[in-house]
């Protein structure tokens, strides 16, 4: 079992930045890809972005590409998510996930991290 933990989420302007990180333990070594979602009030949880942990391979919504940067770092078992040049749009909690497989599920989440965004 793996356990996700977030963290860097807070309360900034529109245009700012913010650097989310999921710190992950346990079966790590077993991963296929991480992955960032978010769920804003109402609405369903989306996809933001995701890496293939081994190849460093990026993917990324359309809403975010050329904003956000997903990254990882092996020695610390942790995916970053840099967002810049925030909108209000990008409120939500966001959440990490992994994959062990591909095309298979995300089966562990962490307890997600708040972002919002004021005008």
């Known amino acids: 079992q793996v356990q996700l933990v977030e963290s860097g989420g807070g309360l900034v302007q529109a245009g700012g930045s913010l650097k989310l990180s999921c710190v992950a333990s346990?079966?790590?070594?077993?991963?296929?890809?991480m992955g960032w979602f978010r769920q804003a009030p109402g609405k369903e949880r989306e996809f933001v972005a995701r890496?293939?942990?081994?190849?460093?391979?990026?993917y990324y919504a359309d809403s975010v590409k050329g904003r956000f940067t997903i990254s990882r770092d092996f020695d610390k078992n942790t995916v970053y998510l840099q967002m810049n040049s925030l909108i209000p749009a990008d409120t939500a909690v966001y959440f990490c996930?992994?994959?062990?497989?591909?095309?298979?599920?995300?089966?562990?989440w962490g307890q997600g991290t708040q972002v919002t965004v004021s005008s």
């Open positions: 346990g079966r790590t070594f077993s991963s296929y890809d």
């Open positions: 996930a992994r994959r062990a497989t591909p095309g298979g599920p995300y089966a562990d």
């Open positions: 890496i293939r942990w081994t190849a460093g391979v990026t």
